[in-house]
């Protein structure tokens, strides 16, 4: 089995990340401006622009595609989403963000922030493996923040599933790995369908959009039955 090297980028409000197989992948490229930093990273880890095999976005939303466009000048990368959120990535506006608590109601306004919008090369329409990218891992759909929300499992159980979930408050400043609902979604119901269909394959580990790596067991603890779908209780027999 390929062994993937997860290297998380810290870009403030959102996380991204490098997956290094045989090949890179850069997992979303957060808000505006930040395509120095990310570049900043790959030369620390001697990444070069041709190693980059592919830009994969967990979802449309604007932290977590804004300097895509600007990167492609750099890395020359075909960028990919799920068909469902394209049009939020052509537009760089977000779609109505529905709030999961009064406090998101607050802080809505000062995330909602246009970017530069792009054609996305490759409109993902099924669920697909990832060796043809040097990557031992697949694309899982995995909607509810978004309807088109995806999560990327690798080969040897690392899952990073975007906004499915958060670490923590305030960006994962505080209680980074406590697992939390998004601030915003789309649909809480698929939301945790789609989070125990990411604990039925049995991660290892999940790095999430905002906060830090979170513990499955941690995940199946907090969301209680009554949350998750009845027959998925993969963790049972790990859970005290």
Do not use: W
Request: glycine share 10%; net charge neutral; aromatic share 8%.
């Amino acid at each position: 089995m390929q062994t993937t090297t997860i290297i998380p980028i810290n870009l403030q409000i959102a996380n991204a990340y490098i997956i290094k197989g045989e090949r890179t992948i850069l997992i979303d490229t957060g808000g505006a401006g930040k395509t120095v930093p990310i570049l900043k990273i790959l030369k620390k880890y001697d990444i070069r622009p041709k190693d980059i095999s592919l830009i994969l976005h967990t979802h449309g939303h604007t932290d977590h595609c804004g300097s895509t466009r600007e990167l492609h000048q750099h890395l020359h990368a075909p960028s990919a989403i799920h068909y469902l959120d394209a049009d939020m990535v052509r537009s760089g506006r977000n779609n109505l963000l529905v709030p999961t608590s009064i406090c998101a109601r607050f802080i809505r306004p000062f995330v909602n922030q246009p970017v530069q919008g792009f054609e996305p090369d490759i409109l993902i329409d099924q669920e697909i493996a990832l060796h043809d990218y040097g990557v031992a891992g697949r694309i899982l759909f995995t909607p509810g923040h978004t309807p088109g929300s995806i999560t990327l499992l690798t080969d040897d159980g690392k899952a990073i599933v975007g906004d499915l979930l958060m670490g923590g408050m305030l960006g994962g400043t505080l209680f980074p790995h406590q697992p939390r609902y998004h601030y915003f979604a789309d649909s809480l119901t698929q939301v945790r369908s789609s989070i125990a269909k990411v604990l039925g394959y049995q991660p290892s580990d999940i790095y999430v959009g905002h906060g830090g790596k979170l513990d499955p067991i941690a995940i199946y603890k907090h969301f209680t039955k009554d949350d998750l779908p009845y027959s998925i209780k993969p963790l049972d027999n790990q859970v005290q």
